[in-house]
Protein backbone atom coordinates (compact mmCIF):
# COMPACT_ATOMS: atom_id res chain seq x y z
CA UNK A 1 0.00 0.00 0.00
CA UNK A 2 1.34 3.03 -0.83
CA UNK A 3 2.01 5.61 1.78
CA UNK A 4 -0.31 9.13 1.97
CA UNK A 5 1.55 12.08 2.13
CA UNK A 6 0.21 15.06 5.04
CA UNK A 7 1.17 18.52 3.62
CA UNK A 8 1.02 20.52 6.59
CA UNK A 9 1.84 24.65 6.01
CA UNK A 10 3.18 25.27 9.98
CA UNK A 11 3.46 28.54 9.19
CA UNK A 12 0.04 28.71 8.63
CA UNK A 13 -0.54 26.64 11.38
CA UNK A 14 1.44 28.76 13.82
CA UNK A 15 -0.46 32.24 12.20
CA UNK A 16 -3.98 30.18 12.89
CA UNK A 17 -2.72 29.47 16.76
CA UNK A 18 -1.99 33.13 17.15
CA UNK A 19 -5.19 33.80 15.88
CA UNK A 20 -6.70 31.78 18.34
CA UNK A 21 -5.24 33.15 21.20
CA UNK A 22 -6.15 36.52 20.67
CA UNK A 23 -9.08 35.40 22.63
CA UNK A 24 -7.09 34.97 26.46
CA UNK A 25 -5.23 37.42 28.01
CA UNK A 26 -1.47 37.19 26.95
CA UNK A 27 -0.63 39.13 30.06
CA UNK A 28 -1.62 36.74 32.89
CA UNK A 29 1.17 34.59 33.99
CA UNK A 30 -0.22 31.11 33.56
CA UNK A 31 -1.51 31.68 29.63
CA UNK A 32 1.78 33.43 29.00
CA UNK A 33 3.46 30.40 30.60
CA UNK A 34 1.67 28.13 28.31
CA UNK A 35 2.22 29.93 25.45
CA UNK A 36 6.05 30.32 25.51
CA UNK A 37 5.73 26.10 26.79
CA UNK A 38 3.81 25.43 23.56
CA UNK A 39 5.99 27.05 21.32
CA UNK A 40 9.46 25.13 22.77
CA UNK A 41 7.46 22.28 23.04
CA UNK A 42 7.37 22.16 18.95
CA UNK A 43 11.25 22.91 19.21
CA UNK A 44 11.54 19.64 21.19
CA UNK A 45 9.54 17.19 19.15
CA UNK A 46 11.42 18.46 15.84
CA UNK A 47 14.64 18.08 18.10
CA UNK A 48 13.76 14.30 19.02
CA UNK A 49 12.01 13.58 15.91
CA UNK A 50 15.49 14.55 14.01
CA UNK A 51 17.58 12.69 16.42
CA UNK A 52 15.76 10.11 15.86
CA UNK A 53 16.27 10.61 12.03
CA UNK A 54 12.46 10.53 10.94
CA UNK A 55 11.45 11.67 7.77
CA UNK A 56 10.08 14.84 7.29
CA UNK A 57 6.75 13.86 6.89
CA UNK A 58 6.45 12.58 10.65
CA UNK A 59 8.75 16.08 11.53
CA UNK A 60 5.83 18.40 10.28
CA UNK A 61 3.38 16.06 11.92
CA UNK A 62 5.53 16.15 15.39
CA UNK A 63 5.73 19.47 15.20
CA UNK A 64 1.70 20.37 14.30
CA UNK A 65 0.78 18.01 17.49
CA UNK A 66 3.36 20.20 19.66
CA UNK A 67 1.28 23.26 18.35
CA UNK A 68 -1.96 21.47 19.74
CA UNK A 69 -1.28 19.64 22.60
CA UNK A 70 -2.17 22.03 25.11
CA UNK A 71 -5.36 23.74 23.20
CA UNK A 72 -7.12 22.93 25.85
CA UNK A 73 -5.21 24.72 28.73
CA UNK A 74 -6.04 27.85 28.28
CA UNK A 75 -10.07 27.42 28.46
CA UNK A 76 -8.90 25.56 32.00
CA UNK A 77 -6.64 28.70 32.53
CA UNK A 78 -9.95 31.69 31.61
CA UNK A 79 -12.13 29.44 33.90
CA UNK A 80 -10.03 28.20 36.75
CA UNK A 81 -6.63 30.31 36.47
CA UNK A 82 -5.52 26.95 37.39
CA UNK A 83 -3.57 23.54 36.04
CA UNK A 84 -5.07 20.79 38.31
CA UNK A 85 -6.40 18.00 36.66
CA UNK A 86 -9.10 17.89 39.12
CA UNK A 87 -10.39 20.96 37.13
CA UNK A 88 -10.55 20.04 33.95
CA UNK A 89 -8.82 17.13 31.70
CA UNK A 90 -6.72 19.54 29.46
CA UNK A 91 -6.14 16.88 26.86
CA UNK A 92 -9.02 15.45 26.26
CA UNK A 93 -10.88 19.02 26.51
CA UNK A 94 -8.35 20.32 23.70
CA UNK A 95 -9.12 17.00 21.64
CA UNK A 96 -12.71 17.58 21.66
CA UNK A 97 -12.17 21.15 20.79
CA UNK A 98 -10.21 20.22 17.80
CA UNK A 99 -12.06 17.38 16.55
CA UNK A 100 -16.13 18.30 17.83
CA UNK A 101 -18.09 19.16 15.78
CA UNK A 102 -16.96 22.64 14.83
CA UNK A 103 -13.92 20.64 12.90
CA UNK A 104 -11.28 23.52 14.22
CA UNK A 105 -8.88 21.06 13.38
CA UNK A 106 -8.99 22.53 9.83
CA UNK A 107 -7.83 26.45 10.95
CA UNK A 108 -4.88 24.44 11.65
CA UNK A 109 -4.29 21.55 8.99
CA UNK A 110 -6.40 21.59 5.79
CA UNK A 111 -6.34 17.75 5.01
CA UNK A 112 -7.52 15.44 7.23
CA UNK A 113 -5.21 12.48 6.72
CA UNK A 114 -4.12 11.77 9.87
CA UNK A 115 -6.87 13.33 11.91
CA UNK A 116 -7.60 10.21 13.81
CA UNK A 117 -3.70 10.05 14.61
CA UNK A 118 -3.27 13.82 15.74
CA UNK A 119 -6.24 13.55 18.10
CA UNK A 120 -5.23 10.28 19.88
CA UNK A 121 -2.13 12.41 20.19
CA UNK A 122 -3.19 14.97 22.07
CA UNK A 123 -6.18 13.46 24.22
CA UNK A 124 -3.51 11.12 25.45
CA UNK A 125 -0.56 13.41 25.99
CA UNK A 126 -1.07 13.65 29.63
CA UNK A 127 -2.58 10.26 30.82
CA UNK A 128 -1.24 8.85 33.16
CA UNK A 129 0.35 6.06 31.50
CA UNK A 130 -0.10 5.63 27.81
CA UNK A 131 -2.67 2.58 26.62
CA UNK A 132 -4.88 1.30 24.36
CA UNK A 133 -3.40 2.28 20.90
CA UNK A 134 -2.88 -0.38 18.29
CA UNK A 135 -1.20 1.74 15.85
CA UNK A 136 2.00 1.43 15.94
CA UNK A 137 2.05 5.26 13.71
CA UNK A 138 -0.33 6.71 16.07
CA UNK A 139 2.09 5.21 19.12
CA UNK A 140 5.11 6.87 17.61
CA UNK A 141 3.84 10.18 17.98
CA UNK A 142 1.28 9.67 21.44
CA UNK A 143 5.15 8.48 22.67
CA UNK A 144 6.64 11.82 20.98
CA UNK A 145 4.57 14.20 22.07
CA UNK A 146 4.74 13.12 26.16
CA UNK A 147 8.95 13.47 25.66
CA UNK A 148 8.64 16.38 24.05
CA UNK A 149 6.24 18.02 26.32
CA UNK A 150 8.34 16.37 29.10
CA UNK A 151 11.20 17.54 27.72
CA UNK A 152 9.86 21.44 28.06
CA UNK A 153 8.92 20.95 31.61
CA UNK A 154 12.44 20.57 32.49
CA UNK A 155 12.97 24.09 31.27
CA UNK A 156 9.77 25.14 32.54
CA UNK A 157 11.00 24.05 36.00
CA UNK A 158 14.00 25.70 36.36
CA UNK A 159 12.81 29.22 34.60
CA UNK A 160 9.15 29.87 35.82
CA UNK A 161 8.53 31.35 39.03
CA UNK A 162 7.70 28.88 42.27
CA UNK A 163 4.46 31.11 42.85
CA UNK A 164 3.33 30.68 38.91
CA UNK A 165 3.99 26.93 39.24
CA UNK A 166 2.98 26.16 42.70
CA UNK A 167 1.16 29.57 44.40
CA UNK A 168 4.18 29.34 46.54
CA UNK A 169 7.85 30.12 47.77
CA UNK A 170 11.09 27.28 47.15
CA UNK A 171 11.13 27.95 50.78
CA UNK A 172 7.88 26.83 51.67
CA UNK A 173 7.83 23.95 48.92
CA UNK A 174 11.36 22.95 51.10
CA UNK A 175 10.30 22.68 53.96
CA UNK A 176 7.19 20.53 53.26
CA UNK A 177 7.23 16.71 53.46
CA UNK A 178 6.98 14.19 50.88
CA UNK A 179 3.72 12.12 51.19
CA UNK A 180 3.73 8.34 51.76
CA UNK A 181 1.70 7.35 48.39
CA UNK A 182 4.01 10.05 46.51
CA UNK A 183 7.15 8.70 48.21
CA UNK A 184 5.89 5.15 47.73
CA UNK A 185 5.77 5.59 43.68
CA UNK A 186 9.06 7.22 43.28
CA UNK A 187 10.15 4.55 45.17
CA UNK A 188 8.95 1.97 42.28
CA UNK A 189 10.39 4.23 39.49
CA UNK A 190 6.64 5.29 38.50
CA UNK A 191 5.18 8.69 37.70
CA UNK A 192 2.76 10.47 40.59
CA UNK A 193 -0.96 10.17 40.70
CA UNK A 194 -2.16 13.54 40.56
CA UNK A 195 -4.73 12.81 43.24
CA UNK A 196 -2.02 11.58 45.59
CA UNK A 197 -0.46 15.45 45.65
CA UNK A 198 -0.99 17.02 48.55
CA UNK A 199 2.23 19.02 49.96
CA UNK A 200 4.50 21.03 47.98
CA UNK A 201 7.22 18.89 48.01
CA UNK A 202 5.12 16.35 46.87
CA UNK A 203 4.60 18.06 43.65
CA UNK A 204 7.86 18.79 43.43
CA UNK A 205 9.05 15.23 43.41
CA UNK A 206 6.79 14.30 41.15
CA UNK A 207 7.99 16.71 38.65
CA UNK A 208 10.79 15.08 38.69
CA UNK A 209 8.97 11.46 38.92
CA UNK A 210 7.72 12.01 35.63
CA UNK A 211 10.95 11.32 33.82
CA UNK A 212 10.65 7.38 34.79
CA UNK A 213 8.25 7.83 31.55
CA UNK A 214 10.63 8.48 29.19
CA UNK A 215 10.07 7.04 25.52
CA UNK A 216 13.26 7.46 23.45
CA UNK A 217 17.28 7.13 24.02
CA UNK A 218 16.96 10.84 22.03
CA UNK A 219 15.35 11.93 25.12
CA UNK A 220 17.31 11.12 27.90
CA UNK A 221 20.04 12.41 25.66
CA UNK A 222 19.10 15.80 25.82
CA UNK A 223 18.48 15.62 29.81
CA UNK A 224 21.67 14.21 30.04
CA UNK A 225 23.46 16.61 27.70
CA UNK A 226 21.80 19.85 29.74
CA UNK A 227 21.96 17.98 33.52
CA UNK A 228 18.25 18.78 33.62
CA UNK A 229 17.73 16.49 36.75
CA UNK A 230 20.24 17.52 38.92
CA UNK A 231 19.25 21.14 38.50
CA UNK A 232 15.92 21.22 39.14
CA UNK A 233 16.62 18.76 42.12
CA UNK A 234 19.01 21.52 43.50
CA UNK A 235 16.46 24.61 42.88
CA UNK A 236 14.37 23.64 46.01
CA UNK A 237 16.42 24.26 49.23
CA UNK A 238 15.27 21.57 51.33
CA UNK A 239 15.13 22.42 55.46
CA UNK A 240 14.06 18.99 56.23
CA UNK A 241 16.86 16.24 56.33
CA UNK A 242 14.63 13.13 55.37
CA UNK A 243 13.67 15.08 52.39
CA UNK A 244 17.00 16.01 51.42
CA UNK A 245 17.93 11.88 51.38
CA UNK A 246 14.65 11.01 49.71
CA UNK A 247 15.20 13.77 46.63
CA UNK A 248 19.26 12.28 45.88
CA UNK A 249 17.78 9.09 46.01
CA UNK A 250 15.29 9.92 43.11
CA UNK A 251 18.02 11.68 41.63
CA UNK A 252 20.38 8.67 41.55
CA UNK A 253 17.93 6.26 40.70
CA UNK A 254 16.94 8.66 37.44
CA UNK A 255 20.53 8.74 36.48
CA UNK A 256 20.11 5.20 36.68
CA UNK A 257 17.33 5.03 34.35
CA UNK A 258 19.45 7.35 32.00
CA UNK A 259 21.56 4.78 31.66
CA UNK A 260 19.30 2.40 30.48
Request: proline share 2%; aromatic share 8%.
Amino acid sequence: MEKQELHIDFEAAKAAFETYLDEYDRTDDKIHLKIVHTYCVVECAEKIATRMHLGQEDVQLAKIIGLLHDIGRFEQIRRFHSFEPGTMDHAVYGAELLFGPEKMIRRFVKEDTFDKLIETAIAKHSDFRLEGISDAHTLLHARLIRDADKLDNCRVKLEETMETLLDMDEATVGASPISEKVWASCLAGESVLSANRVSGMDYWVSYLALYFDINFPETWQIIRENHYIDRIAARVPYSREDTKEKVAHLVAALHQRMKG
